[in-house]
């Protein structure tokens, strides 16, 4: 449950919406197996295992998007759509042409999907009311986009937008590493990116690697800037930053983690406390980043 990839987005200060009301519209699109010719199926599905599409503690809640693929890789369709061909072609006696070559294909698809194995997937997100963020948990900006679609068709005027900030993480990034200072309690870790900005896209990745001297300088000092950064938060927290504004390879260093460890009794207990845990130490993260990189900017 612990969040591995952070996707940032902003609520309008207007914006509310109580966990009874989101759980009674999440209930309307919950997943179901995929049935037929059904390549996919997304819809919500407990955090916890139980009836409750939506877990709260302190004004913050958490849900999740389950999706079911069809397993049914392409060299599996060629090779049964090669025999049927070659069937086929055999019964009329001359070659198949392009167009019957692409139907074939298709009903070769048609046949196997309903026998085809299924594997799930889940995205969380994490409602926070008190600072007006959602903030999804995803390797990959597809799979965001894929839980803010489809919870866009769940709750009607469900409005949001990225976070944006005065200072854009490449610009504070590269500053950081010309000055050799993070900001206030942040410290720059071992991993960078730096990316030309011309037309050759010229990049230099380090990787275990200390950040300073005069070998970063020079990068920076022929044109390069800071696309992904290591950083650590106040101890607590590591992570990498990109250009984007998101935080990828979230790591919760074992003293946040202990502290609910040692006083939860059960499973239930310890996901709530983790969860309260979690939601806390990053709600603090993102407040002092977004004041590192200048103050938040809202878009109209």
Known sequence: MWFKNLFIYR?????HITSATLQEKLALKPLMPCSGLDKQ???????????RLVHIANKQILFALGVEQKLLPASIINRFAKERVADIEAQ???KAGRKQLKEIKQVVTDDLLPRAFSVQRTTYAWLDLTKGRLVIDAASSAKAEELLDHLGKTVDNFPVQLLHTELSPIAAMTDWLAGENAPAGFTIDRELELRSSDESKATVRYANHALE?????????????AARLGLTWNDRISFVLNEHLQLKRLEFLDI????SSKVADNEDELFEL????M???LAKLLTDLTEALGGEVKKD
């Open 41 to 51: 199926s997304l819809g919500w599905v407990s955090c916890r295992g139980d009836d």
């Open 92 to 94: 009329q006696g001359y």
């Open 11 to 15: 609520l309008p200060d207007d914006f």
């Open 213 to 225: 001297g005069k070998e970063i300088l020079a990068h920076i000092s022929a044109g390069k800037r």
């Open 279 to 281: 939601t806390g130490e």
């Open 274 to 277: 983790d969860f309260t845990l």
């Open 256 to 259: 946040i983690k202990e502290e």
